[in-house]
Structures are given as C-alpha cells and as structure tokens.
C-alpha cells in the first residue's frame, strides 16, 4: 500500500533549528509537498519538491532525495508561532494527494 | 493509521450537471468532516465543515445551495457540486477528525474537471 511516515510529535526550544523527516512509498511520484495547519486552521502550502535537492524559501527549507523516497522539512530560528501541526504529502502517479499523518511541533521557550 | 477515502478521484463532466463526492473514514468514526478546495501549489482553502447529524457550516463566500454537504452517518459525507461550470473545477480534498479531537485525517483528493 502507499504511505508516508513522519514523526507524530517534536519538540524544539525558540530559536533552534528542526528538522521533520518524511519517508515515502507510493506508486508513481510527482513530487512532495508541505503544509502547515494552525489548531483551528486549514493547512497552508509551505512547500513543493519535484527535483532532489534543497528549495529555500525564507527560515522554512525542504530537501527531497527520490532515490531515497525521503524528504524533510527544516525551520530555522524557530519561533512560537511556528508551533503547529506539519503534514508531508506525495502527490502519486494518479494524481491523488498520498497524506502523512502529520507532526505536532511543540516550540518552548 | 487512520484512512480516508474519497470516491470518485478523477470526475468528468459537462457544464450545468452536478456532480457528487463521497469522502469516507474507513476504520474510524469521523463525528466531525472538512471540505477543502485547493488549486495547483496553492494552500486547501476551507469550504464547510460538517458534524455528523447537523447541518453543514460553511465558509464566508461559499454557496450552500451550490456546494451540498451531506454527513449522514459517523464514516460518510458526501458534497454535491450542483449544476457545476468550469470555473468550479479544482481538486476537492476532505478530511474527518474523530470526536476527541485528534489530528485531521486527509482524504487523496477528487480532480473535478468541468467542461
């Protein structure tokens, strides 16, 4: 079947640098993309990866490596409003949008 | 984990037909269900939120009378595109949320394309 795995929950200090890992198996590949969901809120697009390699944008980066069927999310110079829920989602072959369950970032002072 | 599916994942269909999406959550009781609309690289834009048993809540700027949302029972909704023109095309996406309030489990998403 087609998954993703990412850690459910992960906790930094303000400030910091984090990364949330996603791993993927899916049929057919057209790129990974990330989303940021606000308790309450709907999830907003940070971020797309179709090419390996590293996409900045601001303190957010995303690495894909298809070979490995593994990308990450890196926030940097983490601040409280970073806290939220970060989702990793492969779009597959038909293109149907393939969901992680998503990863708790909890940022603490 | 949870999953949800959506039924169908592609649809076809001629301007002035209404066209119905089912979302369903397979091994859990989704008490509350999303409804999401999202263009190409751009973020899920919330249409309605539906709690199983009640009436729909939908977003400021969303029809109700165009977009029917149906949660008639704890593991399916259903939205009804009615009378559907081109520019309701878009990739619908829904999500369900058990009642304790835990992560939002996503469906794959519907590509709705209206000719």
């Known amino acids: 079947g087609q998954s993703l795995e990412q850690p459910s929950e992960v906790t930094a200090v303000e400030g910091a640098i984090v990364q949330i890992n996603c791993t993927y198996q899916?049929?057919?590949?057209?790129?990974l993309s990330w989303y940021q969901q606000h308790d309450g809120g709907a999830p907003t697009f940070l971020s797309y990866?179709?090419l390996d390699g590293l996409e900045e944008t601001g303190r957010f980066s995303s690495f894909l490596s298809r070979s490995d069927s593994y990308g990450y999310l890196l926030l940097q110079e983490l601040q409280m409003k970073d806290s939220a829920s970060y989702f990793c989602a492969v779009r597959d072959s038909n293109y149907q949008l393939i969901w992680g369950a998503g990863t708790k970032l909890i940022i603490k002072p | 984990g949870a999953v949800v599916s959506q039924h169908p994942s592609w649809v076809i269909c001629k301007s002035g037909t209404s066209v119905k999406i089912e979302c369903r959550s397979l091994d859990f009781q989704a008490t509350t269900m999303f409804w999401y609309r999202q263009f190409p690289k751009q973020s899920l834009m919330l249409m309605a939120t539906?709690?199983?048993?009640?009436?729909?809540?939908?977003e400021q700027g969303v029809e109700k009378d165009k977009f029917l949302i149906n949660h008639a029972s704890l593991t399916l909704s259903t939205l009804t595109v009615t009378s559907a023109h081109p520019e309701d095309s878009s990739f619908y996406i829904c999500?369900?949320?058990?009642?304790?309030?835990?992560?939002?489990?996503f469906g794959p998403g519907t590509r709705l394309l209206v000719l």
């Open positions: 539906s709690n199983e048993g009640s009436k729909a809540t939908y």
């Open positions: 999500s369900a949320r058990t009642n304790r309030g835990e992560t939002q489990y």
């Open positions: 899916t049929s057919g590949f057209y790129g």
């Open positions: 990866n179709a």
